[in-house]
T-cell receptor, first 113, second 111 residues
Framework: KQEVTQIPAALSVPEGENLVLNCSFT??????LQWFRQDPGKGLTSLLLIQSSQREQTSGRLNASLDKSSGRSTLYIAASQPGDSATYLCAALNSGGYQKVTFGTGTKLQVIP | DGGITQSPKYLFRKEGQNVTLSCEQNLNHDAMYWYRQDPGQGLRLIYYSQIVNDFQKGDIAEGYSVSREKKESFPLTVTSAQKNPTAFYLC??????????FGEGSRLTVL
């Protein structure tokens, strides 16, 4: 059974700092890994999707990496801004007869002006 | 614009009532999902559907029911058999093994 862990549960950084969010998964036979952002009371917004054959994906100030052998993914945020404050979730997709997606519980990020 | 629309955004239920949450997508996705989110817990899968007129139970299907009569629509009914229905409900869709897209969610509160 896939388990996805995100540590720390909460993180507070000053504006402008570069930061890394961590995501660990136990079953390396993933199809892809996806990072999401969730603002309070809102749905999840997709940030980046990394296919199992890829090592990283970039979008603007965001860079996500994937290391299947170690069961880890990281989301790098460059030059953080107060608008980046949100909860970030990662999700691993495995194939088990259907698209089995396992979510982490998220890292709540606060960027202080 | 393409996307997923959930309604209502807020819903209140009295004891013993069934309520239905709507989910509509215009992304032409075959697969649709319902998740439940509770504070401090990861998203948990209630039901999913990979094709019209077919759906499967997820991890916490008890007390819930769904239908998939059209590709675009996947409504969720929270029945009176669901003993702890207060939660945030999220609908999602995707192509097979593709990127997952979510709606804005519906918050259900039991009075």
């Amino acid at each position: 059974k896939q388990e996805v862990t995100q540590i720390p549960a909460a993180l507070s950084v000053p504006e402008g700092e570069n930061l890394v969010l961590n995501c660990s998964f136990t079953d390396s036979a993933i199809y892809n890994l996806q990072w999401f952002r969730q603002d309070p009371g809102k749905g999840l917004t997709s940030l980046l999707l990394i296919q199992s054959s890829q090592r990283e994906q970039t979008s603007g100030r965001l860079n996500a990496s994937l290391d299947k052998s170690s069961g880890r993914s990281t989301l790098y945020i460059a030059a953080s801004q107060p608008g980046d404050s949100a909860t970030y979730l990662c999700a691993a997709l495995n194939s088990g007869g259907y698209q089995k997606v396992t979510f982490g519980t998220g890292t709540k990020l606060q960027v202080i002006p | 614009d393409g996307g997923i629309t959930q309604s209502p955004k807020y819903l209140f239920r009295k004891e013993g009532q069934n309520v239905t949450l709507s989910c509509e997508q215009n992304l032409n996705h075959d697969a649709m999902y319902w998740y439940r989110q509770d504070p401090g817990q990861g998203l948990r899968l209630i039901y999913y559907s990979q094709i019209v007129n077919d759906f499967q139970k997820g991890d916490i299907a008890e007390g819930y029911s769904v239908s998939r009569e059209k590709k675009e629509s996947f409504p969720l009914t929270v029945t009176s058999a669901q003993k702890n229905p207060t939660a945030f409900y999220l609908c999602a869709s995707s192509i097979f093994f593709g990127e997952l897209f979510f709606g804005e969610g519906s918050r259900l509160t039991v009075l």
